[in-house]
């Protein structure tokens, strides 16, 4: 490996020398060419939103209301942050249906998921035989606690997401 | 470091008394968090004032038991897990893993899509290779380019972002095809980025590749040549770079690569010798070019038609194994899949690129200044995820 530098002549000093200021005379138009003619690109967080992409994945939303308890999307979850618990629907009890008319044979009793637990990976929105599970494009939900990330489709301040964010 | 030497010490000095300095090999720990490092790894150095006697990187930090995990999920669920190995070339990993089942399963898939997977794979290369450049000159005390690389590569992740749905782990090459279609005017927006995107190539290398601080930094220094990379295993641009014309997508064509027209760059110690670190960036810089240049074919070429192709709800592949390479921004991604005939692999390898070009770090770091170690560290250009899984 020939890893020594040349030997240094007169020659090849002020050459380096001149090379030196050509180069970063060089660099420097081009940033302040930058400084000069270039719009900012960055926008300022809180006050600018940006708006995402329709198909952006974040925050898993359920409408509990269209589910019938396949619990396919917990099986097609790598990470298993899914929890599903159900129970037989009466056969006196009215018949339901979801808005596609699947009828609905179970009554959903929990419908969990753990949010800090997601990667977001959106394989359990593409298994949904009726579209109620769905990825919405609302990012902001940082919670204090870990446990707060659990979320319970069936309670009633969860279903409110509904008219803000689901569309 | 002076000290005041005792006789015994003084007897002992190669300096003699005079001097009055004691060489001592001190061990410095480069890291886990260190931002030269690039992620969790940690190199523990020996150094003898300012020269490096021993460089000896510490893995592990990182380790998610990727292969481990594979045994336990079926063939789908593990894309998203492909996707953290490399984050930063995370289409390049999904494609691979693809390759792989579908080799198993004897699936065909669509032309569209086969165009879209080489379109992303491709702006990946060069939004990992962007990244490359940005965290490079980072290392080198310049702060500026990482900006205007990032700049770019948002782009790219912008369009990841509408096509896929994420903007790092896609999950989007899927088993049989790709998860979405690419709208007309995402590909219009593509081509003009194309455009856009030689002459700011150009402008980094005039503002970085060639400036005078920045070649004295990189020229001769970590020099990776010809036999050590064969005796390594050295895989990708830094092979490249010491001029051996060896691409996989080339001289092992995978997907529909043999299509279309692109050069493999190689090093020519332009500025110092062959293999240094300033070589290993002019051949990343122009991978980027070719890139464009297949990018470019891929807008021409693209087909109507599905981007999906058949494949059976439940994917379980006959018992058989199989070996699949792929060349990757880093280097070369191989992965071993043995499937006994149920729904979940019975064995993943992943022959990951990074974790050997760590491997060739105790080598090339004796004899160099601390500087020169971070500007090695920097041109082999590693992501931790990889190296660790």
Known sequence: MNTATPPLTFKSYFG?????????????????????AEKPVTIEYPEVREVLPELSRSRLYNDVENC??????????????????STRRDKEAPKIKTKDGTPIRLNLTQYTIDTALCCYCGLCTTVCPTQSLTHTTDYEYSQYTVDEMKYNYLEEDIKAWRDRIVK | MAFDLTNEEKAESPYGDEEKIKSNILTVNMGPQHPATHGVLRVEIK????????????????????????????????????????YIGAMNMEHGWCLAVEKLLGTEVPRRAEYIRVLVAELQRVASH???????SIDLGAFTPFLYAFQEREFILRIFEEISGARLLYNYIWIGGVWNDVTDDQLNRISSFCDNMEDEIDKYHNLVGLNKIFVERTARVGVMDKEMCYDYGLTGPILRSAGVKWDLRKDRPYSIYPEFDFDVPVGTGEQGTVGDCWDRYWVRMREMKESLKIIRQVLEGIEAGPVMGKVSKIIKPPKSEIYVRTECPRGELGYYLIADGGKIPYRVKVKSSCFTHVSALPAVAPGQMIADLVATIGSIDIVLGEVDR
């Open chain 1, 16 to 36: 380096n020398i001149w090379t030196a200021f050509r180069t970063i005379f060089k660099g420097l138009t081009i940033t302040t060419r930058y400084i000069v």
């Open chain 2, 47 to 86: 150094t003898d004032s300012e020269i490096v006697t021993e460089a000896i990187p510490h893995i592990g930090y990182l380790h998610r038991c990727f292969e481990k995990h594979a045994e336990n999920i079926d063939y789908r669920g593990i894309i998203p897990f492909v996707d953290r190995m490399d």
């Open chain 1, 68 to 85: 019938i308890a396949c619990n396919q999307c917990a099986t097609a979850c790598p990470v298993d942050c899914i929890y599903i618990a």
């Open chain 2, 130 to 136: 962007l990244m490359f450049f940005g965290t490079y």
